[in-house]
């Protein structure tokens, strides 16, 4: 399947959210939406009244990334506020079956994600239960880190155990995410290509995302 992109709402300029958003709208494939809680990663992003406000602006699908010790709580609030997605960490949920559960009772898709240091393993079993698995390849919390190359490794893995067991889960990359890097993360088998800085970052973001694009071409 063709690359996506999604650029990170947490590089954009948040006084000038629906302009940021508008100006790539026709360009990308969906909005990742970074929620932190400052308890799970050491920062504070935004929260619900943000996505709320934002939702009417556009029409991209909201890919919702919950940096946060107690997402499930607030999966019915996320679902309200728009959001289409919510992935969730599994250091937070060991096993996530029940949160699974209650995203869809939500009417949300699940999606699980892992930090960098935390093994394929820990994830492995419950790829049937999801329709997202983002490899983190920075470690949460901030924007503009660099890339960590060994995460790779998982995408790959991923991606093996995906199509032998023919599933339908989606893999996702996020952090560090440049032409140079995305093409590392294509290769090794990512489906969609998350992008804060690359993209939001750079002066002209319909040109970075066409730059980001050809790199990700087959
Ligand atoms: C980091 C977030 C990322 C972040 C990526 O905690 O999950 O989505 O916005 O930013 P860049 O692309 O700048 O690494
Ligand atoms: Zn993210």
Redesign the pocket.
Known sequence: MAARIYP?L?AADFAQLADQVGRVEEVVDGL?V?VMDGHFVPNISFGLSVIEDLRPKTGLWFDT?LMMTNPAFFFPHFKAAGCDMVTVHIEVAPDPSSMAEQARAAGLKFGLTLNPPTPFAAVEPFLPLVDNL?VMSVY?GFGGQSFIPDVLRKVERARETIDAEGLAADIQI??GITPETGRLARAAGADIF?AGSAIFGQPDPVEAVAALRAALKD
């Open positions: 990170s947490l990742h970074d990334h983002l949460p996020d952090g998350v």
